[in-house]
């Protein structure tokens, strides 16, 4: 009895280490696992971030060392559209927006508002035929001058399918400043929600006739 009561004893002993042994080892899978999974984390938060930093340098770099970070959400835009009239604002209905154009007003210093304001009186002056639907100031600013749904004068042979752009220069080289560029960046990303374009359909007036227009974007190829 003793004999067999020592046996089932001995059983119940090597029962109990071998379960022990068992959760030891789910504890160590457990362990390895959770270690596999964070080990996984970690390098997805670092390939992330150097994806990021990639995609920022890359950002700053495009704009001659200026970061710039693309918001396409609708931008304060102050509307002051022109007075209907043959040689600024015919207004006429666009066939459908399939592209933007860039130009820039050749007229260094001049604000915003001083281009809206010239092409609001050639009414009067009725000494040529031009305007555009915005145009992006020194500072930023942003005046409508004709709805995005009617022609404007300044694309020539796209004046009836794109919205155009005209944007202020500091100066003679035609560089635009660095609050004149975000905004000129926002608005077109906008627009270019609004009307299901990609970047490919935004253009320079260059692109159309072959003019120096925006000047600095014509002569330095790699900063458009």
């Known amino acids: 009895m003793n ?9 119940r002993r090597a029962s109990g280490r071998s379960t022990a042994a068992g959760r030891g080892k789910g504890k160590s899978r457990r362990k390895a696992a959770v270690f596999v999974e964070n080990t996984y984390i970690k390098w997805g938060i ?22 710039v970070n693309v918001d396409a ?7 002051q559209l022109l007075d209907v009239n ?7 209905e666009s066939n459908g927006i399939t592209g933007i154009v ?3 007003t050749a007229n260094p210093g001049s604000t915003a508002q001083e281009n809206r304001d010239y092409f609001n009186g050639l009414q009067y002056s009725q000494e040529t035929s031009a305007s555009s639907n915005f145009v992006v100031g020194l500072d930023g600013e942003i005046v409508q001058c004709v709805p995005t749904w009617e ?33 000129l960046v926002q608005l077109t ?21 072959g003019k120096n227009c925006p000047k600095y ?7 458009w």
């Open 3 to 11: 004999t067999y009561k020592g046996h089932r004893n001995g059983k």
């Open 46 to 67: 670092l390939i992330l971030a150097v994806l990021t930093l990639a995609l920022a340098v890359r950002g700053f770099l495009s704009h001659g060392g200026t970061y």
């Open 73 to 79: 959400s609708e931008p304060d835009i102050d509307v």
């Open 86 to 92: 043959p040689y600024s604002r015919p207004g006429i």
């Open 102 to 104: 860039i130009h820039y």
């Open 151 to 183: 022609v404007a004068y300044a694309s020539n042979d796209r004046n009836y399918d794109t919205v155009s752009i005209e944007v202020c220069h500091p100066d003679e080289s035609g560089k635009f400043t660095d609050e004149t560029y975000r905004s």
């Open 189 to 209: 990303a906008w627009l270019c929600v609004k009307f299901d374009l990609t970047a490919d359909d935004v253009i320079r007036h260059y692109d159309v006739t």
């Open 217 to 223: 974007f014509v002569e330095h190829e790699d900063a």
